[in-house]
């Protein structure tokens, strides 16, 4: 019987389910893809898991009278690698972006790192040609280099780079020893294939105008290791470069985990913003559900006197209108449900997300919209059943 | 979904008491600082099978006196017995069950559903007394038979003609099998040879039936048909005659 009332409305019905489904949708899209660009980035960082600490030089802190930050140094480098007891691996970086030519003249700026072959281990490269330069061309600053695919295409486009020179800055003629495997792109964008390898010693001769590196990067002896790695090299680092107890770092640590935890963060709040936001479109599509059948039962008065003048009891009359209500509320949350569910694979397909459409979350808005829904009928389906049947009956 | 009888409610339990007993009835409404008086006292007693007229001018309190006896309204003062129980001062949720079970009412205007077929409307008291679809059916069929309208079994009201109209609310009045069927101006919106044809459906329901009937009219002539003729004036009962 209410399924009949609400088909002699349909255009009615269908914007007060419409006001439900979009709340019903919006929620649990929101959620989606907040959870979605949590899960990208947690897959990005997880595969270096706990198995990576980055120090880069200069403080977090930037308060009044901290001395300049202190380079990362060789010496930084040999003081790790003879006292530290739980870091498997060492690896400084230096970088200088500058220009990268082939013989045939086409140029490519870039990030360029000069580094150990140890580097390939920690940052888990994988080659698409060749391989690492190796530790005679670290011992004698052989002028080799590696190059990221992005550098590869942009200066020998479909031709094998292997062999082939290339002049790195004005001074350093280098020879391509290997290719890395496509990485893709971080969360917010940028090339993860965009760089090339050197040797640092090699780094060091031809291209050396940095003062230190620009990081170095450790991997802990395992996992279980991690936080006392971090508290080992904080120890050293700071008795390397000569600090007293009350003065800051003048070094940063970093881990994948820092920036999976900050991810986390974000969405978490980001998620909960999002999810206020359509929970007050829900409370919309609620009151658009009173309001239709506010009007609906002010227009069926007369019908309503008929039922309650033959026997209809006000329990019974309010049962019928919160049983309308429901119909709307169900009809509008499986619509939402369809909706929601429809946008975040379709976002989730275009931006590349790991699938998120948690179903507590499409349990949760189709519960709620719901109950919002019914409880917003409520309130004239007490006015139906509160009518004067003899009030009513009169009105036409 | 069967409505249990509220607690406070005792069926009636014998068929010696008087179908409708009424004790000094008054029926005042509040208009404002005003209170104006429409029944002033009304004592009654119809006994069950007795077929009455109710007749008097416009304003005389015909309708509200059928209200209060049907159930739709409680009087200020006074007391209505029905069946041998007190029904004065029922909760509303009560009196929908007194009018769903015991009371058949008929109006002028017919009051069916308009988006509702002739079987639907008859049988919309079953549906609140919670009987079941199949048993409706059966039920639609029968009470459409028996007014005649077995043919109009899907016809929506505004497919139907007047005398038809209020021939489907009569059969909707008896869908429960009530005791007191209550008619107010049940001819009034019809010609007089339809009307006289719904009278006829009346006096048939009245004899056949033993239905204790009580209809109130304009006409003479319909309300001379009656075995119990009763005139108002101003709230009051001017005259009480039985044929
Ligand atoms: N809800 C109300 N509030 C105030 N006064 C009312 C109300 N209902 C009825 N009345 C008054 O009560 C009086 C009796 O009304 P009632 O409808 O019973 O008359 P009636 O005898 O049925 O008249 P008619 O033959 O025209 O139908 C009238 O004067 C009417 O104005
Ligand atoms: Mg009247």
């Not at chain 1, 002896?221 to 003065?247: I, Q």
């Not at chain 1, 949350?333 to 397909?349: D, E, F, N, R």
């Not at chain 2, 009654?44 to 209060?68: H, Y």
């Not at chain 2, 559903?113 to 079941?132: K, S």
């Amino acid at each position: 019987m209410a399924a009949r009332v609400l088909r002699r409305h349909p255009g009615r019905t269908l914007l007060t389910v419409l006001g439900l489904a979009i709340g019903v949708g919006a929620f649990i899209a929101m959620v989606s893809f907040a959870e979605g660009a949590r899960r990208s980035v947690v897959r990005q960082f997880e595969t270096l898991g706990t198995n990576l600490l980055r120090v880069r030089p200069g403080s977090r802190a930037r308060a009044e009278g901290v001395r300049p930050a202190m380079p990362l140094s060789d010496a930084d480098v040999r003081l790790l690698r003879r006292e530290a007891t739980t870091l498997a691996l060492v690896v400084p970086v230096a970088r200088r972006t500058l220009a990268v030519t082939t013989e045939a003249g086409r140029v490519h700026r870039t990030r360029v790192d000069g580094t150990e072959p140890d580097y390939a281990r920690i940052a888990g490269l994988r080659f698409a040609a060749g391989g690492m330069f190796d530790a005679t061309d670290l011992g004698t600053s052989n002028r080799v280099c590696v190059l990221g695919v992005t550098v590869a295409r942009a200066l020998f486009g479909e031709r094998d780079p292997l062999g082939e020179r290339v002049r790195i800055g004005p001074a350093l003629p280098a020879r391509v020893v290997g290719v890395v495997a496509a990485q893709g792109r971080t969360t917010t964008g940028s090339d993860l294939d965009d760089f090339v390898l050197v040797p640092r010693t090699t780094f060091a001769l031809f291209l050396g105008a940095t003062e230190g590196y620009s990081s170095l990067e450790v991997r802990p002896r395992s996992a279980a290791l991690f936080e006392a790695a971090r508290h080992e090299l904080t120890t050293l680092l700071r008795r390397s470069h000569g600090l007293g107890p009350a003065e800051p770092d003048d070094f940063t640590l970093w881990s994948p985990e820092d920036t999976i935890r900050a991810a986390e963060e974000t969405s978490r709040i980001l998620g909960a913003l999002l999810a206020a936001i359509a929970a007050i479109s829900l409370l919309v599509g609620g009151i658009g559900i009173m309001n239709i059948q506010l009007v609906s039962v002010s227009e069926r008065t007369h019908e309503i006197g008929i039922r309650a003048a033959i026997g209809g009891s006000p329990a019974q009359i309010l049962r019928q209108f919160l049983a309308e209500a429901l119909l709307l509320a169900l009809v509008g949350a499986t619509a939402g449900v369809l909706l929601g569910v429809g946008s975040s694979w379709i976002v989730a397909h275009a931006m590349q997300w790991p699938p998120s459409v948690s179903w507590r979350v499409v349990a949760l808005s189709a519960g709620f919209g719901t109950v919002v829904g019914v409880l917003f009928g409520y309130v004239p389906a007490r006015r139906a059943a509160r009518l004067d049947p003899i009030v009513a009956l009169r009105r036409e | 979904m069967r409505e249990p009888a509220p607690r406070s409610y005792r069926a009636p339990s014998t068929a010696l008491v008087p179908a409708v007993e009424l004790r000094g009835l008054v029926k005042t409404y509040d208009e404002g600082e005003l209170s104006v008086p429409v029944l002033r006292g009304i004592d009654l007693c119809i006994e069950p099978g007795e077929f009455v007229s109710l007749r008097g001018p416009s304003g005389s309190g015909k309708s509200t006196l059928l209200n209060i006896l049907g159930c739709l309204d409680r009087p200020t003062a006074g007391r209505y017995v029905l069946g041998g129980t007190d029904v004065s001062a029922l909760t509303r949720e009560e009196q929908a069950w007194v009018r769903l079970h015991h009371i058949g009412f008929v109006f002028q205007s017919f009051h069916l559903l308009p988006d509702a077929t002739a079987a639907e409307n008859v049988v919309l008291p079953l549906f609140y007394a919670g009987v079941r679809r199949a048993e409706r059916e059966r039920r639609a069929r029968e009470l459409l038979e028996r007014v005649g309208l077995a043919h109009r079994f899907d016809h929506v009201p505004s497919r139907l003609s007047g005398g038809e109209r209020q021939r489907v609310a009569i059969a909707r009045a008896l869908a429960c099998r009530p005791r007191l069927l209550l008619a107010d101006e049940p001819t009034g919106a019809l010609d007089s040879r339809t009307g006289a044809s719904i009278l006829e459906l009346l006096l048939d329901l009245h004899r056949r039936e033993r239905l204790t009937i009580v209809l109130v009219t304009h006409d003479p002539g319909v309300a001379e048909a009656a075995s119990r003729r009763i005139f108002m004036r101003d709230g009051r009962i001017e005259d009480d005659a039985r044929a």
